[in-house]
């Protein structure tokens, strides 16, 4: 009489798949608030952000304006020192940076804002490359540590 074949046990793939699935659910449930707060505070910073940069570009704007009209006037005048000239050149050079990089601020933080808020990671990883930039940007306004000790 032949053997009998016993039929061979095995796992299932769908079996392997669900009991994946449930463990990373599992995850996402124990650390929910953890997420929650974390896009939330996301959120609050990206609007304080925009908030700063409102500000910051009205004012720049204004010594950007003072700085243009102001800079032709203390180049003619002999009695006006090189030292403020130059103060004055720098702060106009500053002003046009901090301008460019609040008007780039303009274009990508509504777009970080809406991806946070839709909890759309299309748009989030389509703008990180966008706030790259504008983090290099405004870390180029940072003094630099070659920069001259201020005077006491």
Do not use: W
Not at 26 to 42: P, W
């Amino acid at each position: 009489m032949p053997a009998t074949v016993q039929p061979v046990k095995y796992v299932h793939f769908s079996d392997k798949m669900t009991e994946s699935l449930m463990n990373i659910n599992k995850v996402i449930q124990e650390n929910k608030s953890t997420l929650d707060s974390i896009q939330d505070m996301a959120v609050e910073l990206t609007r304080a952000i925009r908030s700063l940069e409102a500000a910051v570009i009205k004012y720049i704007k204004m010594a950007d304006d003072i700085l243009e009209n102001i800079l032709p006037i203390m180049k003619s005048l002999p009695i006006v020192p090189d030292k403020i000239t130059d103060f004055a050149e720098d702060a106009l050079a500053l002003a046009k940076k901090i301008a460019a990089a609040c008007e780039m601020a303009e274009k990508v933080l509504p777009g970080v804002e809406a991806g946070l808020t839709t909890a759309d990671m299309v748009k989030l990883k389509t703008s990180t490359g966008d706030v790259q930039k504008l983090t290099k940007s405004l870390q180029g306004l940072m003094p630099t540590a070659t920069a001259k000790p201020a005077r006491k």
